[in-house]
């Protein structure tokens, strides 16, 4: 079936807070043009910002109403034949974004330094946005879980990292016990991400697809996403061309691009590369006929 457009679900919150620390990454992204690379395309695209949550109490309180309305809007988005795609601060977006799909057997492509599997039992240094796939896997957070539209506990048997590196022995473990395969980045050498990724993704079916890129899978001397930059990640190229094959290769049901502060550092450089990438990525699907042309 061909889709009729996209739906831009605008989440632009850290924890909750607007225009936050990493909720400033999706107004850079738009401020630099990203619509207009789409519309270029020829693609419709239509917006949907997310309402502000200052009412609900803390950072969990905010951070699982986000997490609601998220998943409301995805399923809103394909309900209208849309394809979801997600700019948002935070990566717990992407459990949102699972739930709202409403699809049981959903495969993960994950481009991210860092793992999101924590539990609070594990956690060591209080950054909530640590523990989203321990949510949606149902280990964690379970009664507020319980109330996102859509949720129901996930198996990660079809989940593949991307540029995976920066974690704790503990994290790397959990990530083994999940049973989640990994294209490692490392410090001590260069990966070839895209050569591993053809002989993954040959290997193995990950459809229906969920892609999500923290941007922080930037290795920190290309440019720093966020405030917890890593080496041994990808360069501008290596993204590029990654996302062009998961788009290609597999059968994406949504995007979502998160986890950019452009203020950390190289806002303009990172903002241009996830264009570039996220314009990548769309290319793909309109050669494919999976999304109609205006």
Sequence with gaps: MTLDGITLIFSPYHVGIRDHRV??????????GVEWELQKLGLNVQV????????????IGRS???IRRISLAVTEAVTNNRFPFV????CMSSAAVACGLNIRDLGFIYFDAHDDLDSPDVHENGYFDAMGL???RGESWKALMNTVPGFKPFKYDKFLYVGLRDQSEVQKQRVVDAGMDQIRGDPAKKINFLGELQKQLAAKSYNPTLVHLDLDVLDQDFGKANDYPSPGGMTGQDLVDCIRLVSAETSPRSLTVCCFDPNSGDGDKVAHTAIRAIRTFFEEMVNANAIQKL
């Design 23 to 32: 909720g400033n990454g999706p107004h850079k992204i738009r401020s630099m």
């Design 48 to 59: 949907n910002e997310i309402g502000r949550v200052d009412d609900f109490e803390g950072e």
């Design 64 to 66: 699982f109403e986000l």
């Design 87 to 90: 700019l948002a601060g935070n």
């Design 134 to 136: 321990s949510f949606l």
